[in-house]
């Protein structure tokens, strides 16, 4: 039978099976074979909430859900024309996310009564075989046996063998998209060294995976996906949380501050605490608090004793330093606040993403207590934002907040490599003890031209002087209950933060018109999908501008000018409207709000239909 | 060459802002203990930083000069441990109350004992809310009567020392806002101890608790209510001493020196975890027949690795085994490719 070689743009695939099957490194392999053959792409892994649910079940499967492509892809895919389950759960738990007429790679020993029953299929009915999948194309394979006859004389056991299944699923998707072996035999030998039979054991399985397509003759079509037209350059595979982690390593690196880590685990954070664990060799402290107070309030101390104190979590945890947030306001020290968001309220969806916690950010303090933020709108933009949090911390004395979340935490794309030399300068605005003295006595308080004090250390010879939570009188920071005073420090405070719009870059629109009749303007791990809608609305011919804005207080200086050229504002949000409450405050322009709170990303479709909704003309 | 270095006085460890606890407060006491101790030891005021949570005896660095920071309300510990963390040769005072460290603070106050960050505790116990105006605090004796209490407290008070034992402290003292001299004693000691030092001192609040410890800072009760503890010496308390402390197995009780000798008392042994176990029990209501005295004096310290050491080691252990990271490869990771 001849075998057809058709020519895809693009491809998303959607490995699924048990938290055990190693679904998870078959899709990491698959994405840097697919990143070394030049395909753009964006991954984002599905992890069940529960840590060991029971085998077989919808709440213990895992996925891995990749895009890839020989055009710009800046989302993981709303669907898949691929959806590979090793067992009836994973096929329950996934379906509705595979695109009509796609192809399920069904492993069919996962189908068995034992499997169905525990994926609570009705009657044991299996959905391979009862006609229910009709208009998928269904390719079942009885993965298990094949991997236990080519293992057979492996003298491996019965568990080790079934260890290797995933590797059977690579070997044949590989064949299936026209992909080289060599990384991944280069991934095994590495990762087994020194033992041998597990060495050849799984490269006996991922070849027989690849042969099966060749020789199977169920399969008439491979497919391509060439090249994508990337810029040239070094690229590697970065995910949120470790590009958060590099950023605060790399502030502290440039600034000559030593990084403090003060955190309390917590979902979906956790990760930039292991990272950072690892990189001690860079000088980093990590502190692992008794509680998410503890923790803040020591990253604060570490400020005040000269290091570059940075906290994070997620919502609840947030929630609970907000008094020492209102602290390191009056305090005006630097403190980074990393807050990668979950779905709340309360414990919410912990493995679940949203953008809710933004006015928590703005607002969540008692009194007057404004704090810059920040946030990511892209895995590799993780790195710098984080950045940019610590300049702005450092520079302007002040806590900063930077905003990530569960999708771009745990996703990943390719992040062209840049070096230190790149890298914006941080200076610490440190005092100079010479430059005080009897008539010109030290003033804890007194500002500069950015509205910005200076940073004296304890150890700091003559400079002794005292900080807390009472109010200061101006500049000399001494406890003051003067009426006027506080009004005065106040405003002070506000203007220091109003201050820093001078110090960052002005908005631009990413992509679509410059002027039209409807911008999109959105924030955080909203930009993905919001430039695809876009792309797509313009080759279709609407006026339609993206805007993204990762600097959220201060806004940048000319966004009110912006969105202004516009006829109408939509604003996508992954929660029930915040940012819009404060554009429509700030500019009072009718923004329309896009809303989506399922603890999921949107599809780009749905920011589509929307600006259909909502435009009348088209270009002609 | 040489400098002529002026001696510090222990006015020159007060600063210009006027102290506002009420007057006849226990506070004006202990600050004038440690500004002269200060004076004592040549404290370095540009190397000592005072911390603390919320309530009066948290006003305490405003009035210290030398650094200092008013912290939020329990939390005086957590801001300690990152500062020492960071700074590990500061010279830091802990200053807080029993609302503070024992109530709102509860957790970070065993957190900071057991990881031993080298620092000075002096809790100010007044067994009462001073600064929200008289309730009860979780040292307060139960059935107290206080604003918040009309009819009485109904709970059990915490043991501050027994406490600070069981969450592994390495020094644990008490002294008493009445008494300078003790408490000059037991500030050198505390300021010697290499780890945290925790000293409760019992401080009379004459606004809202006023006598809280009368029975043990009064002349007409002292005598029989407390018991110095020194090293090496036997436990003897009551007028001219003619009381003692037996153990009978672990038992402690109090005999009459007419019908006991001295050989046969408790010889006290502060590196001795059992005995201060049972000495931090001491924790009788002296009206009661028979009671305990209240022990005053160090009741344990021991040797063990402070917290920042053991961090700032094992980043200086890394880095010399690892060498010191290079930024580039970290940006760059382990695996790139090439597009061309």
Not at chain 2, 233 to 256: A, E, H, M
Not at chain 2, 282 to 310: C, H, I, K, M
Request: with cysteine; glycine share 8%.
């Amino acid at each position: 039978m001849a075998v057809v070689n058709e020519i895809k743009q693009d491809v998303t695939i959607l490995f699924a099976g048990d938290s055990g099957d190693g679904i998870q490194l078959t899709g990491g392999q698959f994405t840097e074979t697919a990143a070394l053959l030049g395909n753009d792409i964006s991954t984002f892994p599905n992890f069940p909430a529960e840590i060991r649910a029971p085998q077989g079940t919808v709440a213990g499967v895992s996925g891995f859900q990749l895009h890839f492509g020989s055009v710009k892809v800046y989302t993981p895919g709303d669907n898949c024309d691929v959806l590979v389950v090793m067992n009836a759960a994973a096929l329950k738990s996934n379906i509705h996310n595979l695109k009509k007429g796609g192809v399920i790679i069904a492993n069919s020993d996962g189908f068995d009564s034992k499997n169905l029953r525990l994926a609570k299929y009705p009657n044991e009915s299996n959905p391979i075989t009862d006609g229910s999948l009709e208009g998928f194309k269904i390719h079942e394979i009885d993965i298990t046996k094949i991997t236990r006859e080519t293992l057979n004389n492996s003298g491996l056991g019965v568990k080790a063998v079934d260890r290797s299944k995933n590797m059977f699923v690579l070997g044949f998707l590989y064949w299936m998209y026209n992909r080289p072996l060599e990384n991944t035999i280069k991934f095994i030998e590495q990762k087994f060294k020194g033992k041998q039979d597990l060495i050849d054991s799984n490269l006996a399985v991922l070849k027989a995976g690849y042969n099966y397509g060749d020789t199977a003759e169920a399969f008439t079509t491979r497919y391509e996906v060439k090249s994508a037209d990337i810029p040239k350059g070094e690229y590697r595979n970065i995910m949120g949380n470790q590009a958060t982690a590099i950023a605060l390593v790399a502030a502290a690196q440039k600034s000559g501050l030593e990084l403090f880590y003060g955190t309390y685990p917590i979902t979906p954070a956790s990760d930039i605490l292991h990272y950072l664990a690892k990189y001690k060799n860079f000088g980093v402290k990590t502190y692992q608090a008794e509680d998410e107070i503890a923790a803040v309030c020591a990253s604060l101390g570490s400020s005040y004793a000269g290091g570059l104190g940075v906290t994070a979590s997620s919502g609840p945890g947030i929630a609970l330093k907000g008094e020492a947030f209102g602290l390191g306001v009056m305090f005006e020290l630097p403190l980074v606040i990393v807050n990668v968001q979950r779905g709340g309220p309360s414990t919410g969806l912990p493995t679940k993403t949203e953008q809710a916690d933004l006015l928590q950010a703005l607002y969540g303090r008692n009194g007057e207590a404004p704090i810059p933020v920040v946030a990511a709108a892209s895995p590799k933009d993780c790195f710098y934002m984080a950045y940019e949090a610590c300049r702005i911390a450092v520079e302007h004395m002040t806590p900063v907040f930077f905003l990530s979340d569960g999708y771009i935490a745990n996703g990943s794309e390719p992040w062209e490599v840049i070096t230190e030399d790149k890298l914006q300068s941080i200076t610490p605005n440190r005092v100079n003890v010479n430059d005080y003295n009897a008539e010109n006595p030290f003033k804890p308080y007194k500002r500069d031209e950015k509205g910005v004090r200076k940073w004296a250390i304890p150890g700091d010879k003559n400079l002794a002087h005292r900080i807390g939570g009472l109010e200061k009188e101006n500049e000399t920071g001494n406890v003051s209950y003067d009426a006027d005073n506080h009004e005065i420090m106040v405003k002070l405070r506000q203007e220091k933060v109003d201050k820093i719009a001078d110090y960052i870059p002005l908005q631009t629109i990413d992509s679509g018109v410059e002027s039209g009749e409807v911008l999109l303007l959105s924030w955080g791990s909203t930009y993905g999908v919001v430039k695809t809608a876009v792309n797509q609305l313009i080759d279709e011919g609407f006026s339609v501008g993206h805007a993204h804005v990762r600097y959220l207080n201060p806004l940048p200086k000319n966004l009110e000018e912006i969105i202004k050229r516009f006829d109408k504002v939509i604003m996508p949000e992954m929660n029930n409207g915040q940012f819009i409450k404060v554009i429509r405050d700030k500019f009072l322009v009718p923004a329309i709000g896009l809303n989506k709170i399922k603890g999921l990303p949107f599809a780009t479709q749905e920011i589509i239909d929307k600006v259909k909704e909502v435009a009348t003309k088209e270009i002609a | 060459m040489s400098e002529t270095v002026e001696l510090k006085k222990a006015k020159d460890y007060a600063t210009d802002q006027d102290v506002k606890w009420c007057p006849g407060c226990g506070d004006y006491s202990i600050l004038k203990q440690v500004q002269s101790v200060f004076a004592e030891l040549q404290v370095e005021i540009d190397n000592t930083v005072f911390i603390s949570g919320i309530g009066c005896s948290s006003r305490f660095p405003y009035y210290m000069n030398t650094y200092g920071m008013h912290s939020i309300h329990g939390r005086a510990p957590a801001f300690a441990a990152g500062l020492k963390s960071t700074n590990p040769n500061l010279n830091v005072w802990l200053i807080t109350g029993d609302g503070d460290s024992m109530s709102i603070g509860g957790n970070h106050f065993i957190h900071l004992l057991r990881r031993n960050v080298n620092l000075n505790v002096l809790l100010f116990n007044n067994e009462i809310y001073g600064l929200t105006k008289g309730q009860y605090s979780p040292t307060s004796e139960k059935g107290k009567i206080t604003k918040s209490t009309p009819f009485g407290s109904v709970d059990h008070p915490f043991n501050p020392l027994a406490l600070a034992l069981g969450a592994d402290a390495t020094f644990v003292a008490r002294s008493m806002d009445r008494d300078p001299k003790h408490m000059r004693e037991v500030l050198l000691k505390a300021e010697q101890h290499q780890g945290t030092s925790m000293v409760e001192i019992y401080q009379n609040c004459n606004i809202f608790n006023d006598g809280a410890f009368f029975t043990f800072t009064e002349k007409e009760t002292k005598d029989d209510t407390v018991l110095f503890l020194e090293v090496g010496k036997p436990l003897v308390f009551g007028k001219g001493g003619n009381k003692g402390i037996v153990l009978d197995g672990f038992t402690p009780k109090v005999v009459s020196l007419d019908e006991y000798s001295v050989n046969d008392l408790w010889i006290h042994d502060d590196t001795d975890r059992v005995k201060a176990s049972i000495l931090t029990r001491f924790f009788d209501d002296p009206r009661q027949e028979n009671a305990l005295p209240r022990p005053f004096g160090v009741f344990y310290r021991e040797n063990r690795s402070v917290y920042e050491t053991e961090l700032i080691d094992q980043v200086q252990n890394i880095i010399s085994s690892k060498g010191p990271g290079k930024l580039n490869d970290l940006l760059k990771g382990n695996s790139t490719w090439i597009v061309e």
